[in-house]
């Protein structure tokens, strides 16, 4: 079909056709920007449910969960930070990965180094009562986590209370003989900075009598720690 020139359109269609092309243009400019939104993390598909979609590679699937929680954060046109984050569904995923796969690390790291390092007291409190729960559950094998949870509470939180707690945990149930002496012995130095010489003294002698202490050279230390502990004690106990 051959083609009709644009002079020949009625100029009453031209008039409609140019009114309705500003009009578009008019609709297009007045809409407020488009902005990214943060969606709600979803909770995870119970253990039963994610162990079945697995076919049998739990493993690989606790890394695809894990990769799916991080990557949350960073959506298309935005980036949240933690802060944003609902922490209870963060754990429900931390918690979900471990069952899949009870011998990685990586959840519990995740919960001390990445979602507990915000600045969000309640938060970082949440992620290491997490951690202490998962701790107790395999002690000679997260050992580790439950000691930087020990060091968060102590230096970020500032709460020695909480940092003996976790140090006990660790002295009572981590009974490995991989497990370092450090480890064993963090109760021990943070009772002496919570000025509670009498029980670290106890702690210290206890240790240095049982024979745990191979290292001649960690025993002259600790003998000279104990001794300064005692040191202090008892000029304490003269202070009128």
Not at 1 to 17: Q, Y
């Amino acid at each position: 079909m051959r083609e009709r020139p644009i002079s020949t359109v009625p100029k009453s269609a031209l008039g409609l056709l140019l009114l309705a092309f500003a009009a578009q243009l008019l609709w297009h400019f007045m809409q407020p920007p488009v902005t990214a939104k943060a969606e709600n993390l979803m909770a995870p598909p119970d253990l039963a449910s994610m162990r079945l979609a697995s076919f049998g590679e739990p493993i690989s699937l606790s890394k695809v969960a894990m990769l799916y929680v991080q990557a949350f954060d960073n959506q298309a046109g935005i980036n949240l930070s933690f802060q944003q984050l609902d922490y209870a569904q963060v754990e429900a995923w931390l918690d979900r990965s471990l069952a899949l796969d009870p011998r990685s690390q990586y959840p519990l790291f995740a919960a001390s180094q990445l979602y507990g390092e915000i600045n969000n007291d309640a938060k970082q409190r949440r992620m290491l009562d997490f951690i202490y729960r998962q701790f107790l559950l395999d002690p000679n094998h997260r050992w580790k986590a439950m000691a930087q949870a020990a060091n968060l509470a102590r230096h970020r939180l500032k709460d020695l209370t909480l940092a003996q707690k976790y140090a006990q945990a660790i002295r009572l149930n981590s009974t490995a003989a991989e497990v370092p002496s450090w480890a064993k012995q963090m109760e021990i130095f943070l009772l002496e900075d919570m000025n509670e010489l009498e029980r670290a003294k106890i702690l210290l002698g206890g240790l240095l009598q049982s024979g745990q202490i191979s290292d001649p050279h960690e025993f002259k230390f600790l003998e000279q720690r104990l001794a300064a502990m005692e040191a202090s004690a008892e000029k304490k106990t003269k202070k009128p």
